[in-house]
């Protein structure tokens, strides 16, 4: 079954059990999180994200392809300023497909399906070469630039799988393939082997890593 649900797309790949902070400026976006803000249960305050394929965050042609997998986040923080903008913070909850995009009275609505993460079991091994990994990856980015991740590794291999996803610098169109992998054992493996590409370039390019060479386009957001 398909539901409405307010869109706000991005020039990033968001991902479950993430934090986006976002910065509200544009004025169908304003009216998105007023309208969020006007609903009593924070928990219900609820929007969906997908990637810009092709174009930008704002403006009135801004985005002119989307991806259509994406994420359902709850609004969980929100800082008013005196001009009207907003800078407020929401949490993937879980994944959702765009089925058609429609431009609404005040912001931007989707037609949505759920897009559930199905249970899989994950091998110990794959765990632990997807671990040990992103570490080897992190240990080289630090000497270049900044480190992508700030703490200790999930356990848990599916929210691991998420975590790796998001910290991983990478391209837009690989994000998106670990965003749309059919599990976290599929997007475990997408990331060791997207990690190590990524390792085999900056040591061929070692003033900057191989993101900044295949740099996605730019977003005035």
Known sequence: MTAQLPMFPLSTVVFPGVSVPLHVFEDRYR???????RVDDPAERLFGSVAIREGYEVGDHGAQSLFRVG???QLTDVEAHADGTFDVVAVGRDRIRLDRLL???QFPLGEVADLP???ARVPAELVERARATFTAYRATLAQIATDPYDGALPADPT???WVL??????PMAERQQLLEASDAA???ALVVEQLREELQAMNVITSLP????????WSPN
């Open 103 to 105: 431009p609404g009275d």
């Open 186 to 188: 599929e997007r475990l």
């Open 31 to 37: 009216a998105l999180v007023h309208h969020l803000l």
């Open 159 to 161: 929210y691991l799988s």
């Open 71 to 73: 994420v359902r986040l």
């Open 210 to 217: 191989a993101t900044e060479v295949a740099r996605t386009r």
């Open 165 to 170: 996803a998001a910290s991983a610098p990478l």
């Open 117 to 119: 993460e199905p249970e």
